[in-house]
């Protein structure tokens, strides 16, 4: 069964995107997650992507040939029976073409590697929503609705997890950075930041549906706090009629309940008739207030202590 952050990504991966700019900030965030370099020295450089999910090797796949329709690509499929995954891997053939596509990405500059920040392609908002998506699709995770909120990104690249840490701070999410053995991990934690964070790169289905979980959880809580309530009153009240019975039944046993004045000998019947009853309800069938069914018991209950003693 497909986990949530796997049909977040599979929905991500038909995301239209029509500008230019947002498929090269989408696409350098998906390279920079999970792809290498490899040199071939009659041809030169190429590239090789590997992605835990199909859709998201498509994904890269169909933003390379959007960005040059003259960039060959292969697709291959790892196993690892131990932990039963399965990891896609696009090979990006060494060719004239690869040189100019890293350097619109800002991968290489002047033909040098460059491996620092990639501000240049984030200059604009819907650019830096598609980097996100990107950065996301190539090694993001996010608990299912039911779950508690948790949402992150990893990266092998202490560059890019500094990146995206200060790129989500500047559009105001409050994520941390942790790094996990080799791992950099981007988080965000509180529930309403997961959902803005989902909304922003597109995942708006996935973001109403951790919502919707959200309010089917708070209104579970609130009525197990208001059967909590319930259930402690019905246990005082029961409390309260067993003790009250227990000192009727006290006066019974020496002969003081018939001499008792009318209206607690009255009080002390209906106890008896309705051991059930709430004192609200006692009162109503006495035809008093319950402040003075509660005098009454406190009375009862004086008398049968002091013949105890």
């Not at 390379?64 to 960039?71: E, K, S």
């Not at 529930?191 to 964070?197: K, L, Q, R, S």
């Not at 909304?199 to 996935?206: D, Y």
């Amino acid at each position: 069964m497909p986990s949530f952050a796997s049909d977040v990504k599979n929905a991500l991966s038909r995301t239209d995107t029509d500008r230019s700019c947002c498929q090269t900030a989408e696409l350098a965030a998906l390279l920079r997650m999970g792809a290498s370099m490899v040199t071939d020295g009659a041809h030169g450089l190429g590239l090789r992507f590997a992605a835990d999910n199909a859709a998201v090797a498509r994904r890269v796949i169909r933003l390379l040939h959007t960005m040059d329709g003259a960039i060959e690509t292969s697709v291959a499929m790892e196993r690892t029976p131990q932990l039963r995954r399965r990891t896609y891997i696009v090979n990006i053939a060494a060719g004239e073409s690869v040189t100019p596509l890293l350097t619109r990405l800002g991968f290489l500059d002047r033909g040098t590697l460059r491996t620092g920040t990639d501000r240049t392609l984030l200059r604009r908002k819907c650019c830096r929503a598609a980097y996100l998506r990107g950065a996301f699709l190539g090694g993001g995770s996010v608990n299912r609705p039911e779950a508690s909120c948790h949402l992150e990104i990893t990266t092998k690249s202490a560059v890019m997890g500094r990146g995206l840490h200060t790129l989500l701070r500047r559009l105001h999410f409050p994520v941390g950075l942790t790094d996990r053995r080799d791992t950099y991990v981007v988080y965000l934690k509180e529930g309403d930041a997961v959902m803005d964070f989902l909304s922003l790169i597109g995942a708006e289905e996935a973001a109403e549906e951790i919502e919707v979980a959200r309010n089917l959880k708070e209104v579970r809580a609130q009525v197990n706090r208001l059967v909590n309530v319930e259930t402690a009153n019905l246990q005082r009240a029961v409390d309260a009629a067993a003790e009250q019975l227990a000192a009727i039944e006290r006066l019974h046993s020496v002969g003081m309940l018939s001499s008792l004045p009318e209206d607690l000998r009255e009080t002390a019947e209906m106890r008896r008739l309705h051991p059930e009853v709430s004192m609200a309800e006692l009162a109503a069938l006495c035809h008093i207030s319950k402040s003075g069914m509660s005098h009454r018991l406190r009375k009862i209950r004086a008398m049968a202590e002091e013949v105890s003693i």
